[in-house]
Nanobody
């Protein structure tokens, strides 16, 4: 069994900052990538940022220069530093990992339960 647990969401004013954390645990053999997706009401889930095991990063165009994704020193942890937040960043943010479990033949996507980020004055 694999679990992804997010933390760090909340309510923040426009221009403010938040830091999201994600910790993956369980029978994990190898992680190829970890990332953050978000879903606003009535919209599709979209990729925000992703980091691979070689530390390559990709960002959604609208968050470039404002958000920064990083891997933690603790094994299987990841962070998303969000600065200069805008109301349009409001969404449920989900941690994602493309990983392989012990005993699996390949890799699969796993998801956290989501954490709400609300940007409002």
């Amino acid at each position: 069994q694999v679990q992804l647990v997010e933390s760090g969401g909340g309510l923040v004013q426009p221009g403010g900052s938040l830091r999201l954390s994600c910790a993956a645990s369980g029978s994990i053999r190898s992680i190829y990538s970890m990332g953050w997706f978000r879903q606003a009401p009535g919209k599709q889930r979209e990729l925000v940022a992703q980091i691979t095991n070689s530390s390559r990063t990709d960002y959604r165009e609208s968050v470039k220069g404002r958000f920064a994704i990083s891997r933690g020193n603790a094994k299987n942890t990841m962070y998303l530093q969000m600065n200069s937040l805008k109301p349009e960043d409001t969404a449920v943010y989900y941690c994602n990992s493309f990983l392989s479990r012990y005993g699996d033949n390949g890799f699969a996507n796993y998801w956290g339960q989501g954490t709400q980020v609300t940007v409002s004055s």
